[in-house]
Antibody
Framework: EVQLVESGGGLVQPGRSLRLSCAAS????????LHWVRQAPGKGLEWVSG????????GYAESVKGRFTISRDNAKNSLHLQMSGLTVEDTALYYCVRAAVGDGVDVWGQGTAVTVSS | QLVLTQSPSASAPLGASVKLTCTLS???????IAWHQQQPEKGPRFLMN???????NKGDGIPDRFSGSSSGTDRYLTISSLQSEDEADYYC??????????FGGGTKVTVL
């Protein structure tokens, strides 16, 4: 079974850091690009960051550029998002998602909640 | 700039059909999109990819009453024989050169 399982969310104070992780299983990990997508309470889906299969191409939404860093470890089938300088606007459910080359997102994790509050 | 536009809401009676539209910004007429469904209090799930020629491929277990089509810069999701469990938010999504992903604002479907 294809699975993406996020972890690392929690309650954090503004300005602090947090590291999210995503463990993948059930598919050939390094065939796919991976992304982080978030959803603030009551809002729509927002792309946060993405990384190609070999980490050769990386992108960030303007809202997180310079504060978040995406990385992957193909040997461990894992994806990470290092978040720093967190603000209340970063409060959201963060999803790890998979995308095939030339295709859209086709697998979603269950999400991990990040709450930024003092 | 790559932008996806969706109507905020749509509704139809139980058992009827509803057709959702996702419009690509001009200059992006050849782009494919993906449709995702998010039922209340659940995470999103992939429904299908829809290409500019109207061809589409669905995710595992997606019922036949979900179908996709295309015309110009519009990409459609048609839900036939609406069921109560189809009441959900529907998002279209596409991808740009490099590694950027774009989502539409979502359409809330209400089953009357």
């Amino acid at each position: 079974e294809v699975q993406l399982v996020e972890s690392g969310g929690g309650l954090v104070q503004p300005g602090r850091s947090l590291r999210l992780s995503c463990a993948a299983s059930g598919f050939i990990f390094d065939y796919y690009a991976l992304h982080w997508v978030r959803q603030a309470p009551g809002k729509g889906l927002e792309w946060v960051s993405g990384i190609s299969w070999n980490s050769g191409s990386i992108g960030y939404a303007e809202s997180v550029k310079g504060r978040f860093t995406i990385s992957r470890d193909n040997a461990k089938n894992s994806l990470h998002l290092q978040m720093s300088g967190l603000t209340v606007e970063d409060t959201a459910l963060y999803y790890c998602v998979r995308a095939a080359v030339g295709d859209g997102v086709d697998v979603w994790g269950q999400g991990t909640a990040v709450t930024v509050s003092s | 700039q790559l932008v996806l536009t969706q109507s905020p809401s749509a509704s139809a009676p139980l058992g009827a059909s509803v057709k959702l539209t996702c419009t690509l910004s001009s200059g992006h007429i050849t782009y494919a999109i993906a449709w995702h469904q998010q039922q209340p209090e659940k995470g999103p799930r992939f429904l299908m990819n829809v290409r500019s020629d109207g061809s589409h491929n669905k995710g595992d277990g997606i019922p036949d009453r979900f179908s996709g089509s295309s015309s110009g810069t519009d990409r459609y999701l048609t839900i036939s024989s609406l069921q109560s469990e189809d009441e959900a938010d529907y998002y279209c999504q596409t991808w740009d050169t490099g590694i950027h992903v774009v989502f539409g604002g979502g359409t809330k479907v209400t089953v009357l």
